[in-house]
């Protein structure tokens, strides 16, 4: 089995820890618990620190201060649907500053009517930031984010897309 590498940082919006596989990375996790979490689901892995792990964590730290609207490290979806993975590969084309509905989101991928199952794969998002689901909206207000609207409303500040 291939190691898996960590790397962490302390943000505006707390501890955001990176997880990277020998293909990229592969998972963004908010808080310690979460991550301690993870790490006992991975049945005794090899975990180290640093690797591509470590880049993207130096990335996040120039997002957060606002000098870098677009992620460049190398990133890996193993896991998700055919579904989910659409939605995912849609949500990279949102530009950095802008946001879109569930409901756009949809039409864009040819589901219509599928609004609440894009939010739902939205929500299933393993790399929250990096692929910015941060950036979709209900039609009538903010919606929901996995790591918590508090944290929802920081990125879309740091972009400009919210006041």
Known sequence: ???????????RVGQVFVIAGPKGVNRIIFGEIPFRDYLESLNGARVVEGGEAAKMAAELELYFHGKLTKFKTGIDLPEGTP??????????????????????????????????????????NPLPIV???????????????SGGIGIKKDLLTIEGALS
Not at 1 to 11: E, F, G, K, Q, R
Not at 95 to 122: C, D, H, M
Request: proline letters at 4%; one cysteine or more.
């Open 131 to 145: 692929i910015p689901c941060h950036r979709v909206l209900a039609s009538k207000g903010l919606g929901g984010y």
């Open 83 to 124: 579904f989910q993975k659409a939605v995912w590969k849609k949500l990279l084309d949102v530009p950095y500053g802008k946001v879109t509905t569930y409901r756009e989101l949809a039409e864009s991928i040819g589901r219509p009517g599928a609004a609440r199952a894009v939010g739902n794969a939205v929500g299933a």
């Open 1 to 11: 089995m291939s190691d898996i590498s960590y790397s962490s940082i302390v943000t």
